[in-house]
Each structure stands twice: as C-alpha cells, then as structure tokens.
C-alpha cells in the first residue's frame, strides 16, 4: 500500500514538473519580476497599478472589495448579491435572503478572495449555517447563474480612446467527472490528474460522497465554478474575438466609472447570444491583479505565457501612467506596503475556511 501510494505521489509531481501551468506563481512569474522593477523605476513607485482603474480600490490589484467592484456595475449585468458583514448574526443574514427573495442553491464567497478560495455552493440552511459559522470574513451571497458555460475576457483600453479591445478569451471546463456504472467518484477523480490534485479539498467537502458509483454516463459537476486552482481546464479561444463581441463587452465598460483594464468573467448560455448581448451575468470583474487567463491552455507554452503576461503589465503601465497624468496619483511606498500587508491579512482568514 505504502508502494502504491508512493507511485501516485511521484506521478503527480511528474505532471506538475512537464506542465507548467501548476508551477509555483513565484516561479511563473520570476522573469517577470525584472520588467515590474523596469517599470517601478519608470513610475518611481513598485504600486504603480492603482492608477490602472481608480475607481477601484488599488486598481483591482489587491485588497480590493467585490461588493464595492459589483456597485460599479449595473445591476441588470450579474447575480443577485448581498452583502455580509463579519459578526453579521445568522438571523439577519436569513432576513437579508428572505428581503431578496433568494433561495438555495446560492453561491457565497468572500468578499475580497483570490483564485477561489473560500468560494462554495450551498444548497441547504445547514451547509449556509456552517459557512457562516467559519467565515471570519465579508462575504458575498448570490444566485446561482442559470447558465452553463464560462468565458473570461480581456479588455483594455487607454484612456484617450474613444474604444477598447479585447486582447484574449479564456474558455473554462468544469470538474466534471462521468460514470461508467464501475468506478466510485473518487476512482474517477484518480483517472484524471487534473482532478486528482483537487482530491484533498473534494474529499474535505464531499467525505463519503466520494465512495458512490455513478450510473453509465451519469454526470456531476463537482466544483460548479471555472477557476483554475479548483481544477477547472482553461482553453484559450482568443480565436472567437469579434467585433461584435467587442461592441458588447465595449457597451458594458462604458457603464463602469474609469475602467480600463481587467477581465470579465462571464457565464452565459450560447456564443451567439452573448454576441448578441442577450442571456449571460457576469460573475466577476477583475482589474489589475487579474491575469490573462488563456495563457493556462496547456498547449501554450511557458515562453508563450511570458510573451502575454509581458504585453499586458505593459498595458497597466501605460494606461497607469497615463491616469496618472491626469491627477490620480499612484500610492507611495507606505500606503502600498499598508494595503499589501492588510491583503495578506485577510487572505490567511479565507485560504482556513
């Protein structure tokens, strides 16, 4: 036994060594680390992000606020969402649902997080009450979106232009594993490394869940939402940028006070109808600490994420400085270093829960 586990292990970290999308952050990021500091100097500060979008508390960069982001855009564009305070007690969060006339399943999560911690899907008062009780945090409660597919898109735009674009598309699969009428969730979860490495954190949830063998092609979503660190596979479909797209993507930005860089996380229900504008939410929008997230297609290479992850901090510079020309300063030493240490703060609650 000891043998087998062994071999798991080492196979594992074999996927991990050849596919670089699972190297460390510090790692990926290492030789990017030289044109932040080649731009730090330019800017004459390392925070030179905040400037990126000033409506949003340090650009989206850091110890920035959902709810705060979310009451920049019209409502008519995301779930219904309320707002809970930490110590909030539980009968006023239940009174809070029963004003907005929401019910389960819900969607909560933190109000300031980062790569999916702390995000969960509850479908019962118990498993709300238990969320509630180790959330030592804000955190949001929202409806779940009523579509099944997930795009992420990039949108820049300098401040003197008159229009945008899109500079890439991410396409998302979830953590779905299917049954062949043989194999427990947990021996399907195995056959996939990608899944697998989820293992700890889905057994944590699920507990002997895991041990029921699904029917023939029986379906389960096992983490209903596209993150990567949750096990979803990101698919770079930059190929699907249109003018029309554009235009949409264009229309909703106009609506959101100074924003200019940052990503759109977007469930809807047909390409073509997103296209349209018609049946989509976004479930979050991201500023300047989001990344392009179609470089994660394991098909793109590290050079190839270097290559964009260049050309975007490039982007954020100049549109950075160019706010800053037009008098939103960029914080100093200290009020950066006083976000920063605050972010880590509340970070280290959520990454417990």
């Known amino acids: 036994m000891r043998n087998i586990l062994l071999l798991f292990k080492m196979k594992l970290f074999i ?17 990017i680390f030289f044109l932040w500091v080649y731009y730090s100097i330019k800017a ?5 992000f905040n400037s990126a979008n000033p409506k949003i508390k ?21 779930p219904k969402t309320q707002f809970i305070k930490t110590n909030t007690s539980l009968e006023d969060v239940l009174s809070k649902l029963e004003a907005s006339q929401q019910i389960f399943p819900l969607i909560l999560k933190p109000d300031m997080g980062l790569r999916g911690n702390g995000v969960k899907k509850v479908c019962n008062f118990e498993e709300l009450k238990d969320y509630h009780a180790k959330a030592d945090f804000d955190f949001l409660i929202q409806d ?33 594993v299917e049954g062949d009428g043989i194999s427990t969730i947990e021996e399907l979860i195995k056959k996939t490394p990608r899944f697998e490495f989820q ?13 029921k063998v699904l029917l023939k092609g029986e379906k389960i979503n096992l983490v209903p939402y596209g993150n990567h660190a949750r096990g979803a596979k990101f698919i770079d479909s930059s190929h699907l940028i249109s003018g029309k797209l554009t235009n949409v993507i264009e229309n909703i930005s106009k609506d959101i006070s100074e924003f200019y860089f940052g990503r759109f996380d977007i469930m809807y229900n047909t390409f073509e109808e997103l296209e349209n ?75 417990t829960i």
Not at 58 to 78: A, C, H, Q, R, V
Not at 155 to 171: A, D, F, Q, W
Not at 199 to 211: I, N, P, T, V
């Open 199 to 211: 293992l700890k954190s889905l057994k944590k949830e699920y507990k002997d869940k895991l041990l």
């Open 15 to 31: 996927h991990k060594v050849l596919n670089w999308e699972y190297w460390p952050f510090g790692v990926v990021y290492f030789p």
């Open 58 to 78: 340090n650009g989206g960069f850091m110890n920035e606020s959902k709810i705060e982001i979310y009451d920049l855009i019209p409502p008519k564009y995301y």
């Open 144 to 176: 779940v979106i009523p579509f099944e597919n997930e795009v992420g898109v990039f949108y820049v735009k300098l401040p003197n232009e008159t229009k945008g674009k899109i500079t890439g598309i991410v396409s998302k699969e979830y953590l779905i």
């Open 277 to 351: 504008g018609q049946n989509f939410s976004i479930v979050e929008l991201n500023g300047s600490g989001s990344e392009p997230t179609h470089i994660y297609d394991p098909k793109h290479s590290i050079l190839f994420a270097w290559k964009e992850l260049a050309k975007h901090i490039g982007y954020m510079y100049k549109i950075g400085k160019y706010n800053n020309d037009r008098g939103y300063k960029f914080l100093n030493y200290k009020e950066g270093m006083n976000e920063y240490k605050e972010h880590n703060k509340c970070l280290s609650k959520i990454v």
């Open 44 to 48: 004459k500060t390392i925070f030179f």
